[in-house]
């Protein structure tokens, strides 16, 4: 495939769905999809996503990766504690959420504008549980 016959596939696709499908599918579980997030999140809160952006047009990137971020976010807060725990353990990511969870500016990073009913201490909770059931597996 040619890059402007990825560009026209790309644009089929919403950009809320050009981005599950084409780039969080490939990654591991619900900690490593918000983790990526977090990433991509800046300190103003925008998502620094260029190719996504190239594609969708900033307004519409931006929109989409919030939609994305606050389903992801929420998704965490209804799954199980023993799931998340499991997960951190088989996708191998439990030392970089711990790293994360330290630092105030990092963890305020995975959570979203729009909480969609959720709340950060409720995350901060799930986030504590999670690393401590964890941890005495």
Known sequence: ?????????????????????????????????????????????????????????????QASLAQVHSELFVEVLRTPIRDLAGELEEVGIANQLKLVARDGAQMSRLVPVNLYGGSRSHFSSVVLAARLVNENR
Do not use: C, N
């Open 1 to 61: 495939m040619t890059v402007p016959e990825i560009v026209t596939s790309a644009a089929r696709l919403s950009g809320f769905e050009d981005f599950r499908a084409r780039t969080l599918s490939a990654l591991p579980g619900l900690w490593a999809k918000l983790l990526y997030m977090g990433e991509l999140r800046s300190q103003d809160g925008s998502y620094q996503h260029w190719g996504h952006s190239r594609v969708h047009g900033r307004s519409q990137s």
